[in-house]
């Protein structure tokens, strides 16, 4: 349900009239119409390739005057900016879904790295001291201004970036994906910070997948689709339904978020008994203590918990001990202890690990799906020791055809493709090996409902083969829509499991909730 507070009279401070961009023969946006009043919170959805990033860059200047068609107005002015600095002058801010941080350079220094506070051509160290300290006081930051941006968590480091945009005077405030990386409780926090800029005139526009996120703050949602104008919805005339800002979305009803699919659970395909794992740096943390599980053939099992639980830790260590010191314990395939001392061994013994961070830990962005799709089994397109390209090009073809994704050809940079379409290359590459294990971490993040719903049905189609899936998300309704049996987990133990059938949020915070109790 979605709640307006900003009259409808309000007038624009942002029009974009007929805007088209193309890359070549690609176009991007065809003839986009844009508008956002002054004070308010207006959403921007889409599925992932509908234009929304492109729109924004073309408003901040990234896509200068020029190499796009339309027209910018602001303040009711005609614009033009060559560059982002054109654009940040008259306080037009975005904050990206990869953060713009140094992480070795402190709060007060990466806040005010571009344009320093500075007396006689030098700078006033002071001034700046206390300036951030005035910024993270707005934004709710305690952290000391000398602080290194390595030492905050992902949530503080997003605070952080939008206490440097209010260093710049902003007046209207882009934020995309802002809580894609975070937490229930710091997403929750980031939404009322923007409800408080609202208050104080800030105008923000935000590009989310996260439909409930739009439902708690959004004044009105401008829907694109195949880079164009589907529509805006105005919540000043009454309730906006989740599913309608779906079916405006991907153009069609979608009777469930979540494909159906008839377990079909054979044998215990996958073991792992007392599983324990200490820090890589700080070797007195216990991160995972004694964890035993086991997952069977046709079964996806969920591993749910609140940030910190150890979930991704306790994946990273299993695939090849990718993270994490003095790890013990059994690991069994098909009931035979397998060696999964490094990654090459995990890979030869039938497991595969789809990583939370695609960008940085899953791609080599640069390199075309033909390369990312073969790279964690090249012995698959080799003869002799040489790589065969034909084959390499006709398994890649395969994968781009299985998994529909969306591109030129297969010789397409994988860095040039949208966050869904990059999500399916990461499984077409592990898909390739074949493994009898797959280990999702995270395999939704940042990407629409659309693109959720396809690899929904991709994870329902590896169980119908008889493949073990396990599933790590931070959205419990995800883990409830698609796992037969949901471990979770907290502070690095194993505190309960549910079947899917009896699964809901509150059984899950219960098993969370008792294991704090009993510590408390």
Not at 131 to 144: F, I, P, Q
Not at 306 to 326: H, K, N, P, Q, Y
Not at 327 to 352: C, F, N, P, Q, Y
């Amino acid at each position: 349900m979605l709640a307006p507070v900003v009259s409808a009279d309000r007038p624009p401070i942002l029009e974009m009239r007929g805007i088209s961009k193309s890359f070549g023969a690609v176009k991007a946006l065809s003839d986009v119409s844009f508008t956002v009043r002054e004070g308010e919170i207006h959403a921007l959805v889409g599925e992932n390739g509908a234009g929304k990033s492109t729109l924004m860059k073309v408003l901040s200047g990234v896509y200068p005057h020029g190499s796009y068609e339309g027209s910018i107005l602001f303040d009711g002015q005609e614009r033009q900016f060559r560059d982002i600095n054109d654009s940040e002058a008259l306080g037009i801010i975005i904050i990206h879904q990869e953060l713009a941080l140094i992480p070795l350079m402190s709060i007060a220094e990466n806040i005010f790295l571009s344009n320093p506070p500075s007396r006689f051509g030098i700078i006033d160290r002071p001034a700046v001291h206390e300036r951030t300290k005035a910024l993270l006081a707005k934004v709710g930051l305690s952290e000391a201004p000398d602080a290194l941006i390595t030492n905050l968590g992902v949530g503080k480091q997003q605070l952080v970036e939008i206490a440097k945009a209010l260093s710049k005077d902003v007046r209207l405030l882009i934020l995309d994906e802002p809580t894609a990386s975070l937490n229930e409780r710091d997403s929750a926090a980031l939404l009322e910070l923007l409800k408080e800029f609202r208050a104080q005139g800030i105008t923000s526009i935000l590009i989310s997948h996260k439909l409930n996120e739009i439902s708690a703050v959004a004044d009105r949602i401008t829907v694109l689709r195949d880079g164009r104008t589907v529509g805006t919805l105005d919540c000043h005339e009454g309730v906006v339904e989740e599913d309608e800002i779906i079916r405006r979305m991907v153009d069609r009803d979608m009777e469930s978020r979540y494909p159906k699919r008839e377990p079909k659970i054979g044998d215990v395909i996958f073991e792992v008994k007392d599983w324990s794992v200490y820090h890589p740096q700080h070797s007195e943390r216990h991160v995972v203590k004694n964890v035993s599980m086991h997952v069977r053939a046709g079964e996806v099992v969920g591993i749910a918990g609140l940030m910190g639980a150890g979930r991704t830790e306790f994946a990273m260590s299993l695939f090849g001990r990718s993270w994490g010191r003095d790890i013990s314990g059994t690991v069994r395939l098909r009931g035979k202890e397998i060696d999964v001392s490094d990654v090459h061994r995990a890979i030869r013994a039938g497991l595969a690990y789809v990583t939370e961070d695609r960008k940085q830990l899953g791609l080599i962005l640069p390199e075309d799906i033909r390369k990312n799709v073969s790279l964690a089994h090249l012995g698959g397109v080799s003869s002799r020791g040489v790589i065969d390209d034909i084959r390499e090009m006709k398994v890649a073809q395969e994968f781009r055809n299985r998994m529909r994704i969306r591109s030129h050809n297969v010789y397409q940079e994988t860095g040039k493709l949208s966050g869904g379409n990059q999500q399916k290359v990461v499984l077409s590459k592990w898909l390739f090996t074949n493994p009898d294990l797959l280990i999702l971490d995270e395999p939704t993040r940042g990407i629409d409902v659309g693109a959720k719903y396809e690899i929904y049905s991709i994870i329902n189609e590896l169980a119908d083969a008889g493949k073990a899936v396990i599933v790590i998300s931070s959205e419990m309704p995800e883990l409830i829509g698609i796992c037969d049996r949901i471990m979770v987990m907290h502070e690095g133990d194993l505190v309960g499991e549910v079947a899917g059938e009896e699964a809901t949020q509150e059984n899950i915070m219960r098993a969370i909730m008792r294991r704090k109790e009993r510590e408390e």
